[in-house]
C-alpha cells in the first residue's frame, strides 16, 4: 500500500486488528481522517505523534471503546465496530488495556483490581486458584506483595505496573498501551519498556503502543506509525522512521520546534511585554 | 440568532435522546439483575452506602415537616373550632405529599450528589472505560445496583420519615397546644386511611428511579475536570428535583383518577 508514499515495503504478516477508511469526528473537529491500517500478530507496533494527533483515538477504536464516523474495525477479520456493548463484551476480553493513568479502581485492592476482570467474566468457585493467578500477574510485573494496597499508595510506575498486570489477567491475544511511559522518570520509563518487551516474548502477544517517547517507541516497536493531523504520514521500523525524509517526521522524532510553531511564539508579543510589576496594577 | 437557537434545539434533542436510551437500558438491565444472584452483594453493597447511612437525615427532614406543619396549621383550624383535625391535616399532608416529596429530595441531594461524583470521577479517570475494555458492562455494574437499591429503599425511607412526621406533628400538637391526644388520633385515624400511605410509598419507586437513573446518567457523561464533575453534580439535583416535581403531579393526577373509579365499590364494601 502507498496510500501516504511513505510506507516502507516489507512483508507483512496477517492482520490481527484491522482499521478501514477509518474517520472520526467530534462535531465539527476531524481528529481521525480515513486511517486503514492493520495491525501484525504477534508484533509490537507503535503509534507516535504529537498530543492531540488522534493516537488514544485510534488505540481507543480498536476496542470499540470508541465507536468510528465511517469506516470499519476487523478483529480477526471479524467486523466490531457495529456491535453491541453486550456483543462486545466476549471481544473485549481478548484485548488489554493499560491506561494512560492505569485507570486503577481506587476502592479497591490490588488484588481486587486483578481478580476484576476474571470475576466478571468467569464464575469464581476456587479463591485460592484466583489467588494464584494474582500473585502470578503481579510476580509478572515485580510487585508480588503487593496484594493488600490500594491503589493510592502507589507510585506512579507502580500503579502502571499494577494495571498492566490487570491488563494481562484474562491472558489476552492483544495489549493496547495509551501512552504507557509518559509521566515516568527515565529508569522507570525503562522498566516498563522491558515489562512490554517481556510480555511480547514470554506471552507471544501483539502489542500496540501509543506514545510520543521516542526512545520506548525505538526501543519496543517493530513497527512504528506517525499520525499527524489524524493520518498515518510514515509507516516502518525504527531505521526507516530515523532516516525518514519527511520534515514533520524529522522534527517530531528529534524533538525540534517546527517554524510555523516559532512564528507563532515570535508574533503573540515579546518576554518584555508579558512582564508585570506591582506598579502596573495600581492606580 | 434562529441559527444558534436551531443547534441548541436538535442538541438538546439528541440529549434526551441518549439519555432516554440510557434510562432504558438500565431498566431493562437492573431488571435482567433481579434474576442474576452475582448482582445481589452489589446491591447490598448500594443498599448499606444509599439506605442506611440516608435513614438519620430522612428521619429528620420528616419529623420536622410534621412539626412545621401543626405550627403552621393550628391557628387557622383553632379559629374555626376545629384543633382537633389538626391530626388529619397534618398525617394526610406527611404520609401523601410532604414526607414522600422532602424524603425524595433530600435523597437527591444526598445520595443523587453522591453517586454522580463517585461516577463522575470515574468516567474522566477512565474507569467506566476500564471497566467496558474488560468486556464487562458498565451499565450492569454501576448502574443497575445503584438503581435498584434506590428503587428498593426509596420507599423505605419514606415510611421513615412519615413516621417521623406524623411523631413530630403529635408532638407540637399535644406538647406545645395542648390538643386532646384520644381525639387527635380518632380523627387521623378516620382521615387517613391506607390509601393515602400507599401513594406516599408507591411514589417513592419513582422518585428513587429517577434519582438513581439521573444522577448515574449525569456521571456517564460528565465533562473533565474538577469543573465538570461539579458541575454534573449540580445538574443532578437540579434535574432529580424538577422530576420528583413533575412526578409528583403525574402520580397525584394518576392516583386520582384511580381513587374516583375504586371509591363507589369501597363505599360499597365499607
Redesign the interface.
Known sequence: MDDTGNRQENARLPGIVEVRNLTKRFGSKLVLDNVSLSIEKGKTTVIIGPSGCGKTILI?HL?A?VRPSEGQVYFEERRIDHLS??E??????H?G?L???G????SMTVAENIM??IR??YRVKNWREIEDIVKAKLAMVGLDGFQNYYPARLSGGQRKRVALA?AI??NPEVILYDEPTTGLDPIRSDIINELILKLERELAVTSVVVTHDMRSAYKVGDRIIMLHNGKPIADGDADYIRSHPHPVVQQFINGQVGDDDLAVLRMNGSAGSAQFLPRDFEQ | MIGALGAKTVQDVVDAGHFGRFAWRSVLTSARGCAARRTYPLVWTQMNQIGVRSVPVIMITGAFVGMTLAVQAYDQLAGMGLEEHLGVLINISVVKELGPVLAAVMLAGRIGGALTAELGTMNVTEQIDAVRSMGTDPIRYLVAPRLLACLFLTPVLIIYADLMGVIGGALVSFLQFGINSRAYWDLSAYGVDFWDVGVGVVKGFFFGAAIAIISCYKGFTCQEGAHGVGQACTEAFVSSFIWILALDFALAVISKNIYEIFWPIKSLVG
Open positions: 481507543k476496542i471503546l456493548e453486550r462486545l463484551s466476549r471481544v473485549r476480553t484485548f488495556y491506561f494512560q493513568e485507570a486503577l479502581f481506587d476484576f476482570p466478571q467474566n490487570r489477567a484474562l
